[in-house]
């Protein structure tokens, strides 16, 4: 091999790291800004009384996007790559999560008053942006009633700066 090949692996492989080094999986922790989008299916879906159907043309109300502000700390960035909320109706377990330079996959199982399974995948956009699509199916206790669901969520979460300020930090959930 040739010096001038072995420079130019060289420059190659400086250049492939750097990129990685100045945005991509290079999340920080600080106070991040999520704005989440939910749709779902199934029973627990927005439902009408039997027999009433909608005009032609019109559908069902969406639910609206909810912006929250997130407390990320690096354990979380080191475990997950960034930002990361789980759903508040369940015990969630990640298992299988494989971090990249370019995001984070995993799968998730929830028990208790959320009975699911599902995936989450996280993409780095930038150092100060992600976006994560969570979806999960299986059911949810409501009283006494088990209802079916099939949920997607999707977020995108830009970091606002390194002081939480008053924001406590998100619970971590279980890993296997």
């Not at 492939?16 to 100045?22: D, E, H, K, R």
Request: proline content about 9%; hydrophobic content about 30%; aromatic content about 4%.
């Amino acid at each position: 091999m040739s010096k001038m090949q072995v420079s130019l692996m060289l420059a190659v492989c400086l250049i492939a790291l750097s990129a990685v080094g100045q945005g991509q999986g290079k999340q920080k922790p600080g106070l991040w800004e999520e704005t989440v989008t939910m749709s779902m299916g199934g029973a627990s879906a927005p439902q009408l009384p039997p027999g009433v159907q909608l005009p032609p043309g019109m559908q069902m109300p969406q639910i609206p996007p909810q912006t929250m502000q997130v407390c990320v700390t690096q354990a979380m960035i080191d475990k997950y790559g960034g930002p990361y909320s789980r759903p508040s109706k369940g015990n969630c377990t990640m298992t299988n999560v494989v971090m990249t330079p370019t995001g984070m996959t995993a799968n998730m199982v929830c028990t208790g008053q959320m009975n699911a399974t599902g995936t989450v995948q996280t993409t780095f956009v930038d150092a100060n942006t992600t976006k994560t699509t969570v979806h999960l199916t299986g059911t949810m206790q409501t009283g006494s009633t088990t209802s079916p669901f099939d949920m997607t969520t999707q977020s995108t979460s830009t970091y606002e700066g390194p002081d939480c300020g008053s924001v406590k930090p998100l619970a971590m959930p279980a890993s296997q």
